[in-house]
């Protein structure tokens, strides 16, 4: 769930508090048979500035008008009709395309490869053909079950079994690196991170904010088809490819003269459980 935070525009700006979203499963409106959000204060440092004594928040909630799940969907096989060909499709005697490889995940967006071979080379070795001869496939695009390791999680615990200079860890990954394609573990608890392979494997995402896979150590566009190459967005409902009007929007402003800080939970806006995305706005 995305979630930005500003001061309303008539109050001073000041930084903003960072929020969590509670579900209460047994909580119910009367009109609504979905259960309903909380949106809680979780650390609110520094404080807010106060307008005319009070501290104004805005809160935008959007709801789904239906309550089918969507998901991004996605064959089990590879789809040969989603790639990225780096080099480009060239020119020259290429012979064709051979068998995919396997899917490098089996579950949550992975990648297969094709390889071609030019035909003509020359005597001292260089191809006379031009463009890439790998093609690199969506596969396996089907949600990976519920409680899952994340995927890079569970590349950087593989080293938990290892040991470094002497010491067992247990390694999360750190993605705050300028190569998003790297395998960066922290060891938890600690102040270090490592780099433990130049490469994640193929179908890593690149980070949390975008659908984008790492393939060959770098970062390729992903659409939220889950198809390499694609430019497929979501709208504001979370629908693929959507126009937009599958949700309807909630406004409300909270006023309070006690945002402090150390988990204090406000029920500020009841929504159904339906519920895509909060947005703070000024």
């Not at 040991?163 to 394609?181: D, E, L, N, S």
């Not at 608890?189 to 995402?205: I, L, Q, S, W």
Request: charged fraction near 25%; proline fraction near 7%; aromatic fraction near 8%.
């Amino acid at each position: 769930m995305h979630t930005k935070t500003h001061i309303l525009a008539n109050c001073p700006r000041a930084p903003s508090p960072r929020w969590r979203v509670e579900r209460d499963l047994s909580e119910r409106r009367p009109d609504d048979d979905k259960s309903v959000d909380r949106i809680a204060i979780e650390e609110p440092y520094p404080r807010p500035k106060k307008c005319n004594n009070y501290s104004f928040l805005f809160l935008r909630t959007w709801v789904s008008k239906h309550r089918s799940r969507h998901r991004r969907q996605g064959a089990r096989l590879h789809l040969p009709a989603s790639y990225v060909l780096p080099g480009g499709e060239g020119y020259g005697a290429w012979g064709p395309w051979g068998e995919p490889s396997a899917c490098s995940r089996t579950c949550g967006g992975g990648v297969a490869t094709q390889k071609r071979i030019c035909l003509q080379v020359e005597s001292d070795g260089r191809s006379r053909c031009a463009g890439g001869d790998t093609k690199y496939y969506s596969c396996n695009t089907q949600d990976c079950p519920p409680g899952s390791l994340d995927f890079r999680s569970q590349q950087c615990a593989e080293f938990d079994s290892k040991p470094f200079r002497g010491t067992y860890y247990h390694w999360v990954p750190y993605t705050k690196g300028p190569k998003p394609c790297e395998l960066n573990c922290m060891p938890h608890a600690e102040r270090f991170y490592y780099r433990h392979n130049e490469k994640v494997v193929d179908g890593t995402r690149c980070n949390d904010d975008s659908f984008d896979v790492c393939v060959d150590g770098v970062c390729q566009p992903v659409g939220c088809d889950m198809m390499l190459g694609s430019n497929a967005q979501e709208d504001k409902c979370r629908e693929c490819r959507g126009n937009g009007t599958n949700c309807h929007t909630i406004d409300g402003v909270i006023d309070t003269q006690d945002l402090r800080q150390g988990g204090v939970a406000l029920p500020l806006l009841m929504v159904p459980r339906s519920v895509l995305r909060h947005e703070r706005g000024r």
